[in-house]
T-cell receptor, first 118, second 111 residues
Framework: EAGVAQSPRYKIIEKRQSVAFWCNPI?????LYWYQQILGQGPKLLIQ????????DSQLPKDRFSAERLKGVDSTLKIQPAKLEDSAVYLC????????????????FGPGTRLTVL | DAKTTQPPSMDCAEGRAANLPCNHS???????VYWYRQIHSQGPQYIIH???NNETNEMASLIITEDRKSSTLILPHATLRDTAVYYC????????????FGTGTRLTIIP
């Protein structure tokens, strides 16, 4: 079974530019998550979708970050304009089928996109 | 904020058992203990979870104290591929509650 796919794997931009990340979750997974992981820290949830609706976006800096999951499958996370402190790895995860844990809410993570803002 | 406390780093000799502790003194009755690990340049990966009984799977064993205020993840025969950051997370199993990661324990397996 294919895992969570993300692209690009790496991105370097200058501050004030915009950037977009793409995520394709595991087929059939209804829930999709975007996490931000700053170097040396654990991942922090930015936004959670259930199908194409937002469940939790309390930690999303909405003045510059936006995310959408229009057809309840793929998702895009955008930053506009980027700041230096946005340099991080952006992880996408999905859940919705029983995994090794025996539960429906086991999260499967993609490899992430490493963003560097200069 | 994370509800768990873990040592920042540990070393373990290859082939020995790696025992990773976690304190979760404020855990509530409906919260499970989950363990994930993150190998360098990869996303986190589920290892094991439990409520109050000890659990074992093909990757690891989870020992939860009777008062549920702490737990230990055991990798019985550590290999170099087990070098990673290990995260202990408490979470309810209702709906799709988010994972709240702390800074984890960086485990280094020494050849």
């Amino acid at each position: 079974e294919a895992g969570v796919a993300q692209s690009p794997r790496y991105k370097i931009i200058e501050k004030r530019q915009s950037v977009a990340f793409w995520c394709n979750p595991i087929s059939g997974h209804a829930t999709l998550y975007w996490y931000q992981q700053i170097l040396g820290q654990g991942p922090k949830l930015l936004i959670q979708f259930q199908n194409n609706g937002v469940v939790d976006d309390s930690q999303l800096p909405k003045d510059r970050f936006s995310a959408e999951r229009l057809k309840g499958v793929d998702s895009t996370l955008k930053i506009q304009p980027a700041k230096l402190e946005d340099s991080a790895v952006y992880l996408c995860a999905s859940s919705g089928r029983v995994g090794r844990s025996g539960t429906y809410n086991e999260q499967f993570f993609g490899p992430g996109t490493r963003l560097t803002v200069l | 904020d994370a509800k768990t406390t873990q040592p920042p780093s540990m070393d373990c000799a290859e082939g020995r058992a790696a025992n990773l502790p976690c304190n979760h003194s404020t855990i509530s009755g409906n919260e499970y203990v989950y363990w994930y690990r993150q190998i360098h340049s990869q996303g986190p990966q589920y290892i094991i979870h439990g409520l109050k009984n000890n659990e074992t799977n093909e990757m690891a064993s989870l020992i939860i104290t009777e008062d549920r205020k702490s737990s230990t993840l055991i990798l019985p025969h550590a290999t170099l591929r087990d070098t990673a950051v290990y995260y202990c997370i408490v979470r309810s199993n209702f709906g799709n509650e988010k994972l709240t990661f702390g800074t984890g324990t960086r485990l280094t397996i020494i050849p």
